[in-house]
């Protein structure tokens, strides 16, 4: 059966320092990655999505990068945190174009910007 | 532009009863998947139910079903014998291609003892 992990589970993180926020997916191939945010627990915003090592797609102008170093891994970063940084980070797969389309979430990453 | 509407922010239900969470969505394409989402207080999103637009019949399971009406862009999801653990936020969500899911703002549903 395909898990997805998330870490680390919390962050707390000064204004101006580095972000990296991992998930890998196990059991499956070539997945669709997708990075999310969601602020006060309301809707979800697409931050990034990747169809395949190395490609990467941005939804949102912002202080975040992501990265996609292997198939089943996808990073967030970013250099600078910014206070509107601060927000909890889900990262998600999907099985790709031929098949249900829906999407597995991982168990997210809060992060504290101070 | 592909939007999904959720105009109930909060609701409650009593323990047992049923209730029914509204969803509309707007698009100009004709094949595409709809899905309802649980987010409990612990925040780990959880798939409730899928909807294929090309079939006519609402999708069921267990006591979570959908009313999917096509031609008004409509799926609300309905809860049946209501239970404690159903106490989560709802999110209705779109998608057309493999790429990108449309997420409405979701529904905060408190289920009463």
């Known amino acids: ?114 | 532009a592909q939007t999904v509407t959720q105009s109930q922010p909060e609701m409650s239900v009593q323990e047992a009863e049923t209730v029914t969470l509204s969803c509309t969505y707007d698009t100009s394409e004709n094949n595409y998947y709809l899905f309802w989402y649980k987010q409990p207080p612990s925040r780990q999103m959880i798939l409730v139910i899928r909807q294929e637009a090309y079939k006519q019949q609402n999708a069921t399971e267990n006591r979570f079903s959908v009313n999917f009406q096509k031609a008004a862009k409509s799926f609300s999801l309905k809860i049946s014998d209501s239970q404690l653990g159903d106490t989560a936020m709802y999110f209705c969500a779109f998608v057309f291609t493999g790429n990108q899911f449309y997420f409405g703002t979701g529904t905060s549903l408190t289920v009463i003892p």
Not at chain 1, 15 to 37: A, H, I, M
């Open chain 1, 1 to 114: 059966s395909q898990t997805i992990h998330q870490w680390p589970a919390t962050l707390v993180q000064p204004v101006g320092s580095p972000l990296s926020l991992e998930c890998t997916v196990e059991g499956t191939s070539n997945p669709n990655l997708y990075w999310y945010r969601q602020a006060a627990g309301r809707g979800l915003q697409l931050l990034f999505y990747s169809v395949g090592i190395g490609q990467i797609s941005s939804e949102v102008p912002q202080n975040l990068s992501a990265s996609r170093p292997q198939d089943r891994q996808f990073i967030l970063s970013s250099k600078k945190l910014l206070l509107s940084d601060s927000g909890f980070y889900l990262c998600a797969w999907s099985a790709g174009l031929m098949a249900s389309y829906e999407q597995y979430f991982g168990p997210g990453t809060r992060l504290t910007v101070t």
